[in-house]
């Protein structure tokens, strides 16, 4: 029954594409890992050493060490992408996390009224997850994301506004052994912005800016050193249906320490390699690298840096 939900995930992963990113807070649907960039996002049934809790908070209840991640996108346009990341377990049976994502455009070039070149400004939007999660049996976990939400937007060289607020995800995980693993995750939960203009204006007003909600599920394989993971998610405005996102990624792992990546996802094509070593005792460190690009070449440099203690 397994094998055939995730071999029904890949295969409509491959047939669909999606147009999604004009929403809300994406930079919380991007991946923020090399990993997972590079694997097509599609983490939703698999741990992500430099980022235990982001894919699926539920994946906290499994872990057996304690994990510090870092990461860092450059992307095209000035933009970027960086993340840092502390999950540990709670013995007996659950898990906590900490995390700090934090994403942004800079030089931006401000202009006065006339039209006249003013200083370089520039945004960011911030989120802060707070994750527990608990098994409830020994195959089967849950988990939820508290995120605290900012937004600075530059208005002049001298003013900004500001949008604050606060989300959820909801994440199951079941483990049925070694080879396969199924994940369900519902992100972004009333996640919003809540802007206040009139600190900027005269005759502004409050208004809330709603982030859209992901609704996935997603499985992993393991086979033979081959990792083959796959999500499909629909994205809800609240209202309806607005789009279908599928992901798929595969994983090679060679001498038990070098690992080649490839993946499809958030219409991305992506690759990646990485290398497991030990930095105070073997494996308890993890190098990624991946590259990624999109169909209107609009690329991506990312690396993360995961250790174990």
């Known amino acids: 029954m397994m094998k055939k939900i995730f071999l029904t995930l890949t295969f409509i992963s491959i047939l669909f594409s999606q147009d999604w990113a004009g929403y809300s807070g994406g930079f919380l649907r991007m991946g923020m890992t090399s990993r997972s960039i590079a694997m097509g996002g599609g983490l939703t049934a698999d741990l992500d050493n430099s980022f235990a809790v982001f894919h699926n908070p539920a994946w906290a209840a499994f872990l057996v060490n304690k994990q510090v991640g870092f990461s860092y996108s450059k992307l095209s346009l000035d933009r970027r992408l960086s993340a840092t990341s502390f999950a540990s377990p709670l013995p007996p049976t659950a898990g906590i996390g ?6 942004g455009v800079t030089d931006i070039q401000g202009r006065y009224s006339t039209g006249e070149k003013s200083t370089m400004m520039q945004s960011g939007e911030n989120a802060i997850m707070i994750t527990f999660a608990q098994r409830i049996l020994p195959w089967l976990s ?3 994301n508290v995120k605290i939400l900012q937004y600075d937007l530059p208005i002049t060289e001298s003013d900004q506004i500001s949008g604050k607020g606060i989300g959820f995800d909801v994440g199951i995980l079941i483990k049925t052994g070694d080879f396969v693993t199924l994940g369900i995750m519902v992100q972004d939960i009333s996640s919003n912005y809540q802007w206040n203009t009139g600190d900027v204006y005269a005759e502004g007003r409050v208004y809330k800016d709603e982030f ?10 393991n086979y033979k050193g081959l990792i083959i993971v796959g999500d499909a998610g629909i994205i809800t405005d609240h209202k309806s249906f607005t789009s279908f996102l599928p992901r798929i990624g595969v994983e090679y792992v060679f001498l038990d320490q070098y690992y080649f990546r490839g993946g499809y996802g958030n219409n991305r094509i992506a690759f990646g390699v990485g290398l497991e070593y030990g930095l105070f005792k073997a494996h308890d460190s993890h190098l990624d690298y991946a590259f990624s690009m999109d169909w209107v070449n609009q690329t991506a440099h990312v690396i993360s840096y995961a250790f174990n203690f």
């Open 98 to 103: 900490l995390a700090w994502i934090n994403s």
């Open 142 to 144: 849950v988990g939820s």
């Open 212 to 221: 859209p909600t992901l609704y996935r599920i997603g499985s992993r394989m």
